[in-house]
């Protein structure tokens, strides 16, 4: 079983430097934590100097039966999922899939989490990134990481989860979509949603020189500065811009992205 003081000594071996950082994480691959996801988050806090987690809520996403071309969705077909969109709450639970530590910092005394009603961010000490946060912007929270020498945390995650690599596509220059989330009044249109995940983990070698890594019970923490990492991702999607795409059949969004180009 793992302990707090595990946690602490595998996270002074990756040298943060006490500086902010966005977390991933699957902590079931960790096995046994003792304490659970509040003794990673109280460890995590105590490492670095502001955390920030996505705080995704998919389930507000609601789909029109017609809207603009070449966005990733075929329209007309999501009508049984618009059936189970629910409006958009500041107390919604973080998205399932996103994992158990992103909830349990939303709920953790002194966190915030933003209001956009799809890509919101929760964050620990760090209001000053989250409140850069607009509808046309939603990563901007990301956007103020690099100004502060931060890092990317990818707790027993790979970079198909890697948050950030959605920003550094925007700065490629790469196709974007407008998804639409409900409301309690109404319905808002949400530009800037990133491109499908799925093909990220190609990053991998690329990003070898500057990853720290450390080993930990069944899983393994490892630290990414994040503004060598972005500069990374755009160059590589500047010259080649299919890179990173998944070579799922049928993805609809990776599709969309090729006949950008
Ligand atoms: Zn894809």
């Known amino acids: 079983m793992l302990t707090l003081e595990d946690f602490n000594l595998a996270l002074e071996s990756l040298e943060l430097e006490n500086k902010p950082a966005i977390a991933h994480a699957s902590l079931k691959t960790f096995g046994t934590i003792q304490g659970g996801a509040e003794t990673v988050l109280k460890a995590l806090v105590e490492h670095v100097n502001g955390l920030l987690m996505p705080a995704f809520t998919y389930k507000t996403m609601i789909f029109p039966e017609v809207g603009p071309p070449n966005n990733g969705l075929t329209y007309g077909k999501q009508r049984d999922l618009n059936l189970m969109a629910q409006p958009f709450r500041y107390n919604m639970p973080v998205d399932s899939t996103i994992g ?7 709920q953790y005394p002194g966190a915030m989490r933003t209001a956009h009603p799809i890509l919101s961010f929760a964050g620990h000490n760090l209001d000053e990134a989250l ?6 912007n939603p990563f901007a929270p990301i956007r103020w990481l690099p100004d502060h ?17 959605h920003y550094a596509e925007k700065l490629a220059g790469r196709h974007q979509f407008v998804r639409w989330a409900l409301t309690p009044n109404r319905v808002i249109e949400c530009p800037g949603f990133p491109g499908c995940s799925d093909g990220f983990e190609a990053i991998r070698p690329d990003l070898k020189a500057v990853t720290h890594r450390v080993e930990l019970g069944d ?6 500065p994040i503004d ?34």
């Open 219 to 224: 899983s393994f923490i490892e630290a990414i």
């Open 228 to 261: 060598p990492m972005l500069q990374v991702v755009e160059a590589r999607i500047k010259k080649n811009p299919l890179a990173l795409l998944c070579q799922r059949d049928e993805c609809e969004r990776c599709d969309a992205v090729r006949s950008s180009v």
């Open 131 to 136: 409140m850069t946060q607009t509808i046309y």
């Open 149 to 165: 020498d931060g890092w990317v945390l990818l707790l027993g995650v790979n970079h198909t989860v890697n948050t950030s690599i």
């Open 100 to 106: 158990t530590l992103a909830e349990t910092l939303r």
